[in-house]
């Protein structure tokens, strides 16, 4: 599940980067899903501070402390 893990990301990186979570089913979380052209759920994209995505994965999710790392990268 997908919401654990998003919470402790949120927890993690207070302060640092904005967590956002959209609903694919929802007007916002449908404009996102065909701006970055996901096809899967869950999808996690890190954006640095121009919008630039610097990590993207979609469907299984990958560890905590490799989304993490990305992020340390894209700040």
């Given amino acids: 599940m997908a919401q654990p893990m998003v ?3 949120e927890r993690e990186l207070a ?3 904005r967590v956002v979570r959209l609903n694919v ?3 916002a979380g449908a404009e996102a899903q065909a701006r970055f052209q996901t096809t899967k759920v ?3 994209i890190l954006l640095d501070a121009d919008g630039v995505q610097r990590y993207r994965t979609e469907g299984k999710l990958p560890r905590r402390r490799a989304i993490l790392a990305a992020a340390e990268q894209a700040s």
């Fill in 15 to 17: 302060g640092r980067a």
């Fill in 25 to 27: 089913a929802e007007p």
């Fill in 42 to 44: 869950p999808t996690i």
């Fill in 7 to 9: 919470d402790g990301l």
